[in-house]
Antibody, heavy 116, light 108 residues
Framework: QVQLVQSGAEVKKPGASVKVSCKAS????????ITWVRQAPGQGLEWMGW????????DYAQKLQGRVTLTTDTSTSTVYMELRSLRSDDTAVYYC?????????WGQGTLVTVSS | EIVMTQSPATLSVSPGDRATLSCTAS??????LAWYQQKPGQAPRLLIY???TRATGIPVRFSGSGSGTEFTLTISSLQSEDFAVYYC??????????FGQGTKLEIK
C-alpha cells in the first residue's frame, strides 16, 4: 500500500535550518509529485511547495521563496524539505503528500518547534 | 491568490442527522475542488476531488457538489467517526493550492 514516512520531530533555535525527509513506498515514485503542507498549532493548512520527482522541477509559495528548498532522491524514493532562517512562526507540523492532481496520500507529519 | 472561505466555522449536528458544509472561492475554479477530513493528531484524509468524486474507500454518505465558486460537502447520516475538521482546497492553480480555514463538525 502507499506509504509516506517522514522523519522525526525537530527542535531548532531561531535562525537555524531544518531538513525533513519523506520516504515513499508502495507505488512508482517518479509517477507522482510531492507536495508539502504545514499546519501551525491550532491553525489551518498552508501549502508550501511542490516538487516533480520525475525531473526535480519545483514550485514554491511566494511567502517562503528564498527560505525553502525541495529536493528529490530517486535512488531512495525520498523527498527532502529544507527550511532556513527559522522563526518562531515556523513552528508547525509539516506534511508531505503524494500528488498527481490533488494530494491523495499523506505522511504522518513532522513537528518542527522553533524556540530559543 | 484564490481565497477559499468555508462556512460555518463550527457546525453542531446530532449523530444520524445530515450535515451540510459550504465552501466559496473568490473566483471561478470550475470543479477543481477537493475536500479533506482531519482528526486530531492525524494527517488530512482526501474525501472528494473534482468537486463530487469520492476518493478510494470513502463511504457513500459523503457527497460533494458545486462548480464555479460555490461548493457543498454533505454527510448524509452522521456517524461518530465523522466528527472532525473539514477543509476545502482549490487546485485550479495546480500545484499552488489554497485551503479554506476549515469547518469543525461537532456533536450536538
Amino acid at each position: 500500500q502507499v506509504q509516506l514516512v517522514q522523519s522525526g520531530a525537530e527542535v531548532k533555535k531561531p535562525g537555524a535550518s531544518v531538513k525533513v525527509s519523506c520516504k515513499a513506498s508502495g507505488y512508482t515514485f517518479t509517477l507522482y509529485g510531492i507536495t508539502w503542507v504545514r499546519q501551525a498549532p491550532g491553525q489551518g493548512l498552508e501549502w508550501m511547495g511542490w516538487i516533480s520527482t520525475y525531473n526535480g522541477n519545483t514550485d514554491y509559495a511566494q511567502k517562503l521563496q528564498g527560505r525553502v528548498t525541495l529536493t528529490t532522491d530517486t535512488s531512495t524514493s525520498t523527498v527532502y524539505m529544507e527550511l532556513r532562517s527559522l522563526r518562531s512562526d515556523d513552528t508547525a507540523v509539516y506534511y508531505c503528500a503524494r500528488d498527481m492532481e490533488v494530494p491523495d496520500s499523506w505522511g504522518q507529519g513532522t513537528l518542527v518547534t522553533v524556540s530559543s | 491568490e484564490i481565497v477559499m472561505t468555508q462556512s460555518p466555522a463550527t457546525l453542531s449536528v446530532s449523530p444520524g442527522d445530515r450535515a451540510t458544509l459550504s465552501c466559496t472561492a473568490s473566483e471561478s475554479i470550475n470543479i477543481n475542488l477537493a475536500w479533506y477530513q482531519q482528526k486530531p493528531g492525524q494527517a488530512p484524509r482526501l474525501l472528494i476531488y473534482g468537486a463530487s468524486t469520492r476518493a478510494t474507500g470513502i463511504p457513500v454518505r459523503f457527497s460533494g457538489s458545486g462548480s464555479g465558486t460555490e461548493f457543498t460537502l454533505t454527510i448524509s447520516s452522521l456517524q461518530s467517526e465523522d466528527f472532525a475538521v473539514y477543509y476545502c482546497q482549490q487546485y485550479n492553480n495546480w500545484p499552488r493550492y489554497t485551503f479554506g480555514q476549515g469547518t469543525k463538525l461537532e456533536i450536538k
